[in-house]
């Protein structure tokens, strides 16, 4: 017995091809959101990175030999040596997440303590503490928080 295809055209319909269609839309939207969170991330180790590079510059440009530390009391001065010891025009940058309407920045900046960091809208730099317990610390240049929750200016050298 033959069996009989309703179907004339062998190919797929209207209804079929908006089901996968819709499939691969959301498994996209899936991936997307993830892919978005992967690479934040990798901005986020590449800041931490840039970060110690930064820390360990200016305190070898700084290091006294007593053993303490001369540190700029100004940014132009602050900015002077660390392109002094990566050459100028290649201090590293501050990468921060997508979500934040900052391009990578490499500006520099002083400040007395980590509260009076001079957040410059959108943000973006490095920033040295001139005073207190905090004096050589060197922070980002941002209040935006990273994919944790943490305000970028807390970041800490170690």
Not at 31 to 39: F, S, V
Not at 40 to 56: C, G
Request: aromatic share 6%; with cysteine.
């Amino acid at each position: 017995m033959k069996v009989r295809s309703f179907r004339k055209n062998q190919g797929f319909t209207l209804i079929e091809l908006m089901i996968v269609i819709v499939v691969v839309g959301i498994l996209l939207a899936i991936l997307l959101g993830r892919l978005t969170l992967i690479m934040d991330r990798a901005r986020e180790k590449t800041t931490h990175k840039n970060l110690k590079n930064i820390k360990l510059a200016i305190d070898a440009a700084c290091e006294q030999p007593d053993g303490g530390y001369d540190y700029p009391t100004n940014a132009p001065d602050f900015k002077a040596k660390l392109e002094e010891r990566f050459g100028e025009g290649n201090i590293p940058r501050a990468v921060l997440r997508m979500g934040v309407d900052a391009p990578p920045s490499n500006e520099c900046f002083v400040a007395n303590a980590v509260t009076e960091i001079p957040v410059n809208p959108p943000g973006g730099g490095w920033v040295l503490i001139i005073a207190g317990e905090e004096r050589g610390r060197v922070c980002i240049n941002s209040n935006e928080l990273d994919t944790g929750g943490n305000p970028y200016s807390s970041y800490i050298c170690e």
